[in-house]
C-alpha cells in the first residue's frame, strides 16, 4: 500500500492521439485524483499525445524502437527513464507495444492498461469489431494490470455497453471510449489511494 497523503506519481506510455491521457489530466487538474504525471512517454514521434502534455507543462519524451536489438533491452532503457522520474504507476494510455518481463518485474501489480472489451474476451487488436463479429449483446472495457501476456493481467475495474443492433465498429468504440475516458482516472485514484490488493488473479478494492 502506497502513502495516500502524497501525489502518486505517474508516467503514461501512448502511440496515438491520448484522449485517455486528457481524461487523466482533466481529473488530476480538477482535484479528484491526487496525483502526479511526471512524464509522458511515446514510442510515435508524431503522436497527438504529446502535444496533449506539452499543453499541460508536462515532460514528453520520444522513445522509439530503433536503435535496440530488441524488446527486453527497448524495455530496459524504459525503466532507466521511469526510474530516472522516480514513477509510482504506468499506465499505458494507448500504448501499442508488448512489454517484456523486463518491465513487468520493475513494476509488479504498477502497470496499467484499458482494453475496449470485456475481457478476457477479446483481447488483441480490434477488440470492438471482434465483439461485433461473435455477435454479443453487451461489450466494454476494462482496466487491468499489466503481466507478460496479452490482455491477461488480473482486471481492476470493467464497464459494460450496451451493443446496438446497427452499431459499426466506429459507433460501438465511441461508446466504449466514453467509458474508458470515466473508468481508467478511476482506478488510477483507487491505486493513488492505497486502496488497492492483488491476490492471484483477483484484485482486492478497499472500501
Known amino acids: 500500500m502506497r502513502n495516500r497523503s502524497q501525489p502518486c506519481v505517474l508516467a503514461v506510455l501512448v502511440s496515438g492521439n491520448g484522449s485517455n491521457l486528457q481524461a487523466i489530466i482533466n481529473r488530476i487538474e480538477s482535484g479528484e485524483l491526487n496525483a502526479r504525471i511526471a512524464c509522458v512517454i511515446s514510442d510515435n514521434p508524431d503522436a497527438f499525445a504529446l502535444t496533449?502534455?506539452?499543453?499541460?507543462?508536462?515532460?514528453?519524451?520520444?522513445?522509439?524502437?530503433?536503435?535496440?536489438?530488441?524488446?527486453?533491452?527497448?524495455?530496459?532503457?524504459?525503466?532507466?527513464?521511469?526510474?530516472?522520474?522516480?514513477?509510482?504507476?504506468?499506465?499505458?494510455?494507448?500504448?501499442?507495444?508488448?512489454?517484456?518481463?523486463v518491465m513487468v518485474n520493475a513494476f509488479p501489480a504498477a502497470i496499467m492498461n484499458i482494453h475496449p472489451a470485456l475481457l478476457p474476451s477479446f483481447p488483441g487488436l480490434h477488440a470492438q469489431q471482434q465483439a461485433l463479429d461473435y455477435?454479443?449483446?453487451?461489450?466494454?472495457?476494462?482496466?487491468?494490470?499489466?503481466?507478460?501476456?496479452?490482455?491477461?493481467?488480473?482486471?481492476?475495474?470493467q464497464a459494460v455497453v450496451p451493443v446496438n443492433q446497427d452499431d459499426t465498429e466506429e459507433t460501438l468504440s465511441a461508446r466504449i471510449q466514453a467509458e474508458e475516458h470515466r473508468t481508467f482516472p478511476e482506478a488510477v485514484r483507487l491505486f493513488a489511494e492505497g486502496r488497492i490488493s492483488v491476490d492471484g488473479r483477483r484484485v482486492r478494492i478497499q472500501a
Not at 79 to 93: M, P
Not at 135 to 157: A, E, N, R, W
Open 52 to 101: 496533449r502534455a506539452k499543453t499541460h507543462a508536462i515532460p514528453g519524451i520520444v522513445h522509439t524502437y530503433s536503435g535496440f536489438k530488441g524488446r527486453r533491452e527497448y524495455d530496459a532503457a524504459l525503466v532507466d527513464i521511469l526510474r530516472e522520474y522516480g514513477v509510482e504507476l504506468v499506465v499505458l494510455a494507448g500504448f501499442m507495444r508488448i512489454l517484456s518481463d
Open 135 to 157: 455477435g454479443v449483446k453487451y461489450s466494454g472495457c476494462t482496466v487491468h494490470f499489466v503481466d507478460c501476456g496479452t490482455d491477461t493481467g488480473p482486471i481492476i475495474l
